[in-house]
């Protein structure tokens, strides 16, 4: 698989979709280079404004902007932006159902130089609490880029969750996202995968190799963590009977509580979570070294996979 | 003469100098505002009938801005008298919810009441008019006073009033947008400045005169956010934000100055960039005036020290002892009696 950036995905579709909507705002806490909003800024520099380094004020005026009609993208680190302003993500937008889209970078282990200040391991659990709010994490490149115009498109306060760095492609040109909808990447009948984000092609690796020692697994990229897609999820524990679940986030209140707290209300199957247990990031000079070291890796997937197997028989 | 004292009333009030309005002489006659015989070289300058009556209200009326006539629910009403039912309500609110914040409340009575009735555009049978001006009460534990006022005005019921804090109400504890004629929520201290300077970039972008006002408390000026705010704001030179800050000196536990000290407050938000104004802040004419001023500014937002007492209008009610306490029955009527 080839890799790519999600980030300089979203600074290419972004200044596109500022051609077709006009209202569309960005406002930048002063990291246009590293969100690759700068190119945004340089096509249309009366719809872009750095507020400096304060997410909370970059959060209210996007508040401001949404209430006057206008589509404010907030661009920022997902640790400062979601961590420091998550009172006002709450307070002034969520609460009001403000029109704000949040567009999260950074996000996971993948500023891996940076170490655990700048490593957000728990933004999707404090995201997905909000009500009104939808969260995506996408898979790659190009998904990320039709989930932003899903995104933009749709109405509400949003929150897109990507990484720094490039990442497998998953998809090769077009994926049909829908929010709210998983894709079925690779049906199977022993147990299910459900992954998100860079995990999804760990998944379809694990499932690959799996396939030649005769487990059948089935993988779902769950990129719409809420709303989440119940009936896909349902599904797949009717039919595969267990599931692992595979994120860059920890296993506390992400991908894998979303999932577990739906599967024990209409149909307990065993679910074992792969991600981040319970702990702060680090620094690595290399991403693989450092998903590795956490346990995101193909080989963890297919441990658990066999074991939840094997524990089901 | 009666022409100059027009003139200075219309040079005071619109904050024109006089030498400019003095040369506009002809025009005031094409206005019909005064008279005079072309022959006696404006000796024998008269005010027409019209031209007392707009001095009566320039200049009469703002010595007296309680016998201003405003538009209420109910018709035409003296400002006065507007500013006394509201702090009625207010008590009424709090003492049937049984909390709720009378001080804070009080001490912006006059504030809300000049930006509502005089200086804001707005229609309270369209509360979404886009073009309307925006209030920000970003000290929102203040909600009873805005509540009272927005019934005043006639955006609601009065009967509402008595449904604060309860459950399916559309009053919610602070504001909320459920409230017809509220334009942002608030409750949580420090964020509405920034909404504002959303609301203001927006406004600009639309080429619209909108403007919008936003009301802090002083003790809410401990939060990090509103200086973030108040550097965004005057780094995009938005003229039209007028901020007030409703300056009481207590907070919830106690003296501002004990607590995190804000003084010299003025200094702070000058070398933040802002037009700094004081006022009076339970003072009608003193608030007129100054708002005036500051919706004059140019180039920079502006911001209003507003000096209030906290629980302003009830004796016993002034300083910091109802931060959020209803009063008793007893409390209660002798509250009314000191505001009839």
Same mark, same amino acid.
């Given at each position: 698989m080839d890799n790519l950036s999600q980030i300089e995905e979203f600074g290419n579709v972004l200044v596109r979709l500022g051609e077709k909507h006009r209202d569309l705002i960005v406002v930048d806490p002063d990291v246009s280079s590293s969100t690759k909003t700068l190119h945004f800024a340089e096509i249309f520099p009366d719809r872009f404004l750095n507020v400096g380094i304060s997410e909370q004020d970059a959060v209210g005026i996007a508040a401001g902007l949404a209430a006057s009609g206008k589509i404010p993208i907030v661009s920022g680190f997902s640790m400062f932006l979601v961590g420091r302003a998550w009172e006002q993500i709450?307070?002034?937008? &969520?609460?009001?159902?403000?029109?704000? /889209?949040?567009?999260?970078?950074? &996000?996971?282990?993948?500023?891996? *130089? +940076?170490?655990?200040?700048?490593?957000?391991?728990? +933004?999707? $659990?404090?995201?997905?609490?909000?009500?009104?709010?939808?969260?995506?994490?996408?898979?790659? #490149?190009v998904e990320a880029s039709e989930a932003l115009v899903a995104m933009i498109e749709s109405k509400g306060p949003c929150y897109l969750r990507l990484g720094r760095s490039?990442?497998?492609?998953?998809? +090769?040109?077009?994926?049909?996202?829908?929010?709210?909808? #998983?894709?079925?990447?690779?049906?199977?009948?022993?147990?299910?995968?459900?992954?998100?984000?860079?995990?999804?092609?760990? $998944?379809?690796? #694990?499932?690959?190799?799996?396939?030649?020692?005769?487990?059948? &697994?089935?993988?779902?990229?769950?990129?719409?963590?809420?709303?989440?897609? @119940?009936?896909?999820?349902?599904? $797949? $524990?009717?039919?595969?009977? *267990?599931?692992?679940? &595979?994120?860059?986030?920890?296993?506390?209140?992400?991908?894998?509580?979303?999932?577990?707290?739906?599967?024990?209300?209409?149909?307990?199957?065993?679910?074992? /979570?792969?991600? @981040? +247990?319970? #702990?702060f990031g680090e620094s690595s000079r290399s991403y693989p070294k450092l998903l590795e070291k956490f346990g995101l890796s193909t080989r963890s997937i297919m441990d658990a996979i066999k074991t939840i197997v094997k524990e089901r028989k | 003469m009666p022409i100059n004292s027009l003139i200075n009333g219309i040079s005071d009030r619109l904050g024109i100098p006089v030498d400019r309005l003095s040369r506009s002489v002809e025009s005031l006659k094409d206005l019909k505002l005064i008279e005079y015989d072309e022959s006696s070289e404006l000796r024998s300058v008269e005010l027409t009938g019209i031209g007392e009556i707009l001095k009566r209200i320039l200049i009469e009326g703002e010595s007296l801005p309680e016998f201003l006539m405003v538009p209420t629910k109910s018709g035409l009403k003296p400002l006065g008298a507007v500013v006394k039912d509201v702090r009625k309500n207010i008590l009424r609110m709090v003492a049937e919810a049984g909390s709720g914040h009378i001080g804070a409340s009080f001490s912006t009575v006059e504030i809300l009441c000049v930006l509502y009735f005089l200086k804001m555009k707005k229609d309270p049978k369209n509360p979404g008019w886009s073009e309307r001006d925006l209030l920000i009460l970003s000290k929102g534990h203040a909600?009873?006073?805005?509540?009272?006022?927005? %019934?005043?005005?006639?955006?609601?019921?009065?009967?509402?009033?008595?449904?604060?804090? !309860?459950?399916?109400?559309?009053?919610?504890?602070?504001?909320?947008?459920?409230?017809?004629?509220?334009?942002?929520?608030?409750?949580?201290?420090?964020?509405?400045?920034? =909404?504002?300077?959303?609301?203001?970039?927006?406004?600009?972008?639309?080429? %619209? %005169?909108?403007?919008?006002?936003?009301?802090?408390?002083?003790? !809410?000026?401990?939060?990090?956010?509103?200086? !973030? =705010? =108040?550097?965004t704001a005057s780094h995009l030179k938005l003229d039209n934000i007028t901020t007030i800050i409703d300056r009481n000196y207590y907070q919830l536990s106690g003296e501002t100055e004990k607590i995190k000290a804000l003084d010299p407050l003025e200094d702070k938000w000058i070398a933040f960039g802002w037009e700094v104004f004081e006022a009076e802040g339970n003072d009608l004419k003193s608030l007129i005036r100054t708002l005036d001023a500051s919706s004059l500014v140019k180039g920079k937002p502006s911001l209003v020290i507003a000096k209030t007492t906290k629980g302003k209008g009830v004796s016993f009610m002034e300083g910091n002892s109802f931060t959020n306490k209803a009063p008793s029955t007893a409390e209660l009527s002798k509250a009314y009696e000191e505001l009839t």
């Amino acid at each position: 698989m080839d890799n790519l950036s999600q980030i300089e995905e979203f600074g290419n579709v972004l200044v596109r979709l500022g051609e077709k909507h006009r209202d569309l705002i960005v406002v930048d806490p002063d990291v246009s280079s590293s969100t690759k909003t700068l190119h945004f800024a340089e096509i249309f520099p009366d719809r872009f404004l750095n507020v400096g380094i304060s997410e909370q004020d970059a959060v209210g005026i996007a508040a401001g902007l949404a209430a006057s009609g206008k589509i404010p993208i907030v661009s920022g680190f997902s640790m400062f932006l979601v961590g420091r302003a998550w009172e006002q993500i709450a307070n002034s937008v &969520a609460r009001s159902n403000l029109n704000v /889209k949040i567009v999260a970078t950074h &996000a996971g282990l993948s500023p891996y *130089a +940076d170490g655990g200040s700048h490593q957000m391991l728990w +933004d999707v $659990a404090l995201m997905r609490l909000l009500p009104n709010l939808k969260v995506i994490v996408p898979a790659d #490149a190009v998904e990320a880029s039709e989930a932003l115009v899903a995104m933009i498109e749709s109405k509400g306060p949003c929150y897109l969750r990507l990484g720094r760095s490039p990442i497998p492609v998953v998809y +090769d040109e077009c994926c049909s996202f829908q929010l709210g909808r #998983a894709h079925l990447l690779r049906d199977g009948s022993d147990a299910t995968i459900v992954a998100n984000g860079i995990m999804v092609s760990m $998944a379809l690796e #694990a499932a690959e190799a799996l396939s030649l020692e005769g487990i059948d &697994a089935r993988v779902l990229d769950m990129h719409t963590v809420k709303p989440l897609d @119940i009936s896909s999820l349902e599904k $797949a $524990a009717f039919e595969t009977g *267990a599931l692992v679940t &595979a994120e860059e986030h920890s296993i506390i209140g992400g991908l894998g509580g979303a999932v577990s707290e739906a599967i024990s209300e209409f149909n307990p199957v065993p679910v074992k /979570k792969i991600g @981040i +247990d319970d #702990a702060f990031g680090e620094s690595s000079r290399s991403y693989p070294k450092l998903l590795e070291k956490f346990g995101l890796s193909t080989r963890s997937i297919m441990d658990a996979i066999k074991t939840i197997v094997k524990e089901r028989k | 003469m009666p022409i100059n004292s027009l003139i200075n009333g219309i040079s005071d009030r619109l904050g024109i100098p006089v030498d400019r309005l003095s040369r506009s002489v002809e025009s005031l006659k094409d206005l019909k505002l005064i008279e005079y015989d072309e022959s006696s070289e404006l000796r024998s300058v008269e005010l027409t009938g019209i031209g007392e009556i707009l001095k009566r209200i320039l200049i009469e009326g703002e010595s007296l801005p309680e016998f201003l006539m405003v538009p209420t629910k109910s018709g035409l009403k003296p400002l006065g008298a507007v500013v006394k039912d509201v702090r009625k309500n207010i008590l009424r609110m709090v003492a049937e919810a049984g909390s709720g914040h009378i001080g804070a409340s009080f001490s912006t009575v006059e504030i809300l009441c000049v930006l509502y009735f005089l200086k804001m555009k707005k229609d309270p049978k369209n509360p979404g008019w886009s073009e309307r001006d925006l209030l920000i009460l970003s000290k929102g534990h203040a909600a009873p006073a805005l509540y009272a006022i927005l %019934s005043e005005a006639g955006y609601f019921p009065e009967i509402e009033l008595l449904r604060l804090r !309860e459950l399916g109400s559309i009053l919610q504890g602070h504001p909320d947008l459920r409230t017809p004629g509220v334009d942002f929520i608030s409750g949580s201290l420090g964020q509405g400045l920034s =909404a504002a300077i959303g609301f203001a970039l927006a406004a600009k972008m639309d080429g %619209s %005169s909108r403007r919008i006002y936003v009301i802090l408390g002083d003790g !809410e000026l401990n939060e990090g956010q509103i200086w !973030e =705010a =108040a550097l965004t704001a005057s780094h995009l030179k938005l003229d039209n934000i007028t901020t007030i800050i409703d300056r009481n000196y207590y907070q919830l536990s106690g003296e501002t100055e004990k607590i995190k000290a804000l003084d010299p407050l003025e200094d702070k938000w000058i070398a933040f960039g802002w037009e700094v104004f004081e006022a009076e802040g339970n003072d009608l004419k003193s608030l007129i005036r100054t708002l005036d001023a500051s919706s004059l500014v140019k180039g920079k937002p502006s911001l209003v020290i507003a000096k209030t007492t906290k629980g302003k209008g009830v004796s016993f009610m002034e300083g910091n002892s109802f931060t959020n306490k209803a009063p008793s029955t007893a409390e209660l009527s002798k509250a009314y009696e000191e505001l009839t």
